[in-house]
């Protein structure tokens, strides 16, 4: 088999995520256009907490966004290290600034959100803190990316701290939440709740739909991006050893 | 410690091989087999795959296409000695401690005595230094010291990589006896070299860049 | 096991030596403790109050120095490749490697903890609470750290990167740690909860860290 590996199917995805991305930013933008509308203009203020209610709908999609990416990061992991296919970890790759965006977008907008409704940018709430911890996880990630200069090991390596921090998620929550309430007795308001009326619901899903297929249609932009810069680094390794890619005997 | 009896009949086998680094082939197609007792001298250029394929064989690296099996020994059994450019010394252990660590992580289901080590470190002709640190010995010295681990356990395939570089002449003809006693002990060695070995070997694989 | 012990062996003796980082890791915990009331002031009651925390902290800080030469000198000398030939079984080798750092850093620490607790105007019983949830949790620190110091192997500049990897993972345990030794002072604060929490945090550590670390370690030679 003459052909790299790291070439081997990426042709087929670039044609089917060529295709895909034009339909992925045309729903982005619909939705937005519908989503924003409905959030900004048509959804009632809330009866406690006023118009600052509205930041809700552009904080819950980053911060369900902002732990789904991890998910689909976790998945490329188990990608890159069980089945080594070539495309898990451009994959995982991709996602993590993305993922870090998020993370931050919903640090950003929980803390506006607080400062009308606790007199502060910041408190350490449970929430606010465990989504603290897990941008340094993303930021960590990114940094031992650039670390590596051969992307094929990095990745790897990537996939390995991916996974244990997959594991350490849920735990590094609970003690933070046990961390919370120990310290400060429940008394923050909190955001959403199974009592949400439905004439806040319904903006709320066009919004998380509308951050869905951004993040859809940025992600397969970051694959195909990252695709394209190994074909230059493969590219300048042949120009530098023009015999490389050719099969030979001894 | 001089354990004399040979090894096992063994057969080395390599199908097909394939490696690349960071995404190019180093080389493809490689194939050749090797039986007890026999010395294949590795040759060609820099950057022709010679290191990678005693990796390869060190089970260091793993092949991008291709097998290789030693027929002969259990598969979980290690059977190999691998002698690569580094020496593995830690310069602030003595002689005598940097062997009894090996000799611990080589057991063959016996402790190294006070004896054994002084035996090998003799046979390397640094019996004199085996209380001093590594760290004080010469690039030679270090270089012998080092091999003193192919006799610490008895391995039947060795993979040596450029093993007569930085050794000095004393060097030169202790590693010649003990590649000489190893092939006579039925033992296997595969030594990547850029110059003519000093022992003729039995075959030959010349790796190419083109 | 003989080789397990050899590597732990190898492993306190390296540290002990010149060049080591047993006497580092301890007189930075050191100067740690020593400046944090030049930053908050010599109250003594306020340090008291905070004195286990401070000492948690600097514990945390202090299991991260050193880790970069855990794997990476292993891997620079050629002595990673000679283990893998081997046949040794490399989760045993992280083990024994981590064992090794733990009894040469981490316990040193744990120890001098309630003796620098004076200087944070500790009372016994806040010494020895801070030894005790030290001692079960100082473990997790350091095996946690083998995994970054696994994952970083071989990097020029890995010290740095460990710190950012490993600092979010360990916070459960500086939670846990600082939460049994304040529940071990004050009454309405719970103990054993937090301090079993913490074993945990040791047991799991213990029981998964080698063998993600050996999977790193092999990982990044392909």
Known sequence: MPSLTSLANPTRFLALSGAI????????????AIGLVMALVTSPPDYQQGDSVRIMYVHVPSVTLAMGCYTAMAISALGTLVWRHPLADVSAKAAAPLGAAFTFLGLVTGAIWGKPMWGTWWVWDAR?????????????????????????RAGRIAAVLILVGFINIPIIKFSVDWWNTLHQPASILRLGGPSIHSSMLWPLFVMMAAFAALFVWAWLAAMRAEIYRRRVRTAELVAAHPTALEPRTA | ??????FPALKLKAQDLACSRGGRFVFSGLSFELASGALMAVTGPNGAGKSSLLRLLAGLLRPTAGDIACEGRREDEPAAHYLGHLDALKPAMTLAETLRFWGAIYQQGRVLTDSDLNEAAESVGLG???????????????RRAALARLILSPRPLWLLDEPFAALDSQGESLLRRLMGDHIGRHGLIVAATHQALPIPPDTTLTLSTT | MISFLAIVRQTVRLELRAGGGAAVALIFFLAVVTAVPFGVGPDLKLLARIGPAILWVAALLAALLGLDRLFGADREDGSLDLIIVSGEPLALYALGRAVGHWLATGLPIVVAAPILGLLLNLDPPAMGAVALTLLAGSPALTLIGTVGAALTAGLPRGGLLIAILVLPLTVPVLIFGVSATSGALSDPEPFLAPFLFLCACSLAALALAPFVAAAALRLALE
């Open chain 1, 21 to 32: 991305l034009p339909w992925a930013a045309a729903a982005a933008a619909l939705l937005f």
């Open chain 1, 128 to 152: 606010l803190t465990s989504f603290l911890v897990l941008l340094i996880m993303y930021l960590g990630l990114m940094a031992l990316w650039r670390a590596f200069d051969d992307p094929a």
């Open chain 2, 1 to 6: 410690m001089t354990i004399t009896e040979a």
């Open chain 2, 128 to 142: 004199h230094a085996i209380d001093l640190p590594v760290g004080v010995l010469s690039a030679g010295q270090r």
